[in-house]
């Protein structure tokens, strides 16, 4: 991993944190950045086919789908990348493996895919939520962990759009 073409010439872009020996950009400031930008403001003021590798961690979970969301963010990726370049990403589920996060991830997974099969048979989504919200949760999580889970397929999932109806409408949000 990070290795790169040695015919490519240019700078190693970490975006969301300070990592030594790369160019740093995030939106919030701590000491070794290099830019302080809001990352949600396309463009970044990075020139064209400059980075010859790009890296991000803990981004996606700061990214407001509303304003923009990840389209814009790739788009901005590929045009600060060189052809060549290659893009690594820290996934946000490898990095919470606690057992409160794994928890909420786990049962954001399974619940999605209860109401996949739910839905492939026919159901609503509303229904499949109301129905599979329980079935997906046998060790039991908190009430947190389920507004968490349902935040991430709200913003991450095919149907998110319905089910923060749903939530909205069913849980007094």
């Avoid at 701590?30 to 991000?56: F, H, K, N, T």
């Avoid at 397929?153 to 923060?164: N, R, S």
């Amino acid at each position: 991993m990070n290795e790169v073409s040695p015919q490519l010439v240019g700078y190693r872009l970490n975006i969301g944190s300070v990592q030594h020996g790369w160019y740093n950009i995030d939106n919030r400031h701590v000491p070794g950045l290099d830019c302080l930008w809001d990352l949600e403001s396309i463009p970044w003021p990075l020139e064209d086919s400059s980075a010859i590798i790009a890296q991000m961690g803990h981004v996606v979970s700061r990214i407001n789908p509303a304003r923009w969301g990840m389209f814009i963010l790739m788009d901005e990726l590929w045009r600060i990348l060189k052809p060549g370049a290659e893009a690594l990403w820290q996934s946000w589920v490898d990095a919470n493996v606690d057992f409160y996060s794994k928890g909420t991830i786990d049962y954001a997974k399974s619940w999605a895919e209860l109401m996949e099969a739910e839905l492939a048979a026919g159901k609503g989504l509303h229904e499949a939520a109301k129905d599979m919200r329980s079935k997906a949760n046998p060790e039991g999580i908190t009430g947190y962990m389920f507004g968490m889970a349902c935040q991430m397929l709200i913003q991450a999932w095919a149907h998110g759009d319905q089910l923060e109806k749903w939530r909205d409408e069913n849980l007094n949000y």
